[in-house]
């Protein structure tokens, strides 16, 4: 049974997490929402000049750190041994619990995440225009660079940089349910700051032993599949962007979608663990 799929099984426990749940889940998402709305209205009233940069930087720290809660309030059911045994007792496969999880659980939030980001930018880009747009002439004059350049947000590759960077901390979390009893959130975010910096230490590693001397360490050279950055011997100052051949959306998923793949297996089999 450990590795069946029934879907009237399955629905059963998507209902039972929403009415055991759905209150919290909803309540950490409108926590979300509410703290994106306030910093993203607060740059708009004092620099409308500086929103556009600011939302994408609230866009990345919402994929990354967002889902923090919404993932624990999930996987909460190895809290403590007598939660444990009871999930565990529940008529559910493993299939269907790591469905849920994974798949079912963390599309609803990175879904909800982006459209309800969209909503609250498309308000406050409409309010910036109308509020420009009925102020004194001079005013206008001050503002019609903002005013030509300030549109509704779109998702653009870069993006997608710390929305696996969010899938993967949401399954790390997970993980980290069946393998810590307290302290999960904070146990499993250094458990996975430490992976990311052994492995881009041997990123780093490797590059050096191609290029030696030349290869000048900046935050950018570090990171696997980005630019690096050479200044040859013989030049005083000049460096050099060495760029790869894919584009950025291509090396992003190079990169991540092993590394969800990997930690999404790991999560499936410490569940078939716990189940036996």
């Known amino acids: 049974m450990n590795d069946l799929f029934n879907f009237r099984r399955f629905v059963i426990a998507l209902k039972r997490l929403f009415f055991e749940k759905g209150i919290k889940l909803l309540a950490s998402l409108c926590l979300v929402f509410s703290i994106i709305a306030m910093l993203l209205q607060y740059i708009a009233m004092i620099n409308p000049r500086e929103y556009s940069n600011t939302r994408e930087i609230v866009l990345a720290f919402s994929l990354v750190l967002g889902p923090i809660l919404y993932v624990w309030i999930i996987s909460d059911e190895h809290a403590s041994e007598s939660k444990s045994i009871a999930y565990l007792l529940t008529p559910f496969s493993v299939l269907e619990r790591w469905l849920l999880h994974v798949v079912v659980g963390l599309s609803a939030y990175f879904s909800l995440m982006i459209s309800g980001y969209k909503i609250i930018d498309i308000w406050i880009v409409s309010g910036i225009h109308d509020r420009i747009s009925s102020s004194q002439t001079h ?17 653009e590759p870069i993006f997608y ?36 910096l052994i492995f881009f230490g041997i990123h780093f590693f490797v590059a050096e032993l191609i290029f030696g001397e030349e290869l000048v360490f900046e935050p950018r050279s570090v990171f696997p599949f980005g630019s690096l950055v050479i200044k040859p011997q013989n030049t005083l100052y000049r460096t050099y962007n060495l760029e790869p051949i894919w584009t950025l959306k291509k090396r992003v998923f190079i990169v991540f979608v092993p590394i969800v793949a990997m930690i999404s297996g790991i999560y499936y089999r410490r569940l078939k663990e716990k189940q036996l």
């Open 161 to 196: 940089i710390p929305l696996f960077l969010g899938i993967i901390i949401s399954l790390t979390i997970y993980i980290g349910t069946v393998y810590f009893k307290k302290n999960v959130v904070f146990y499993s975010l250094i458990t996975l700051t430490v992976v990311f």
């Open 139 to 155: 005013l206008q004059k001050a503002y019609v660079e903002v005013l030509q350049e300030l549109t509704a947000f779109s998702f």
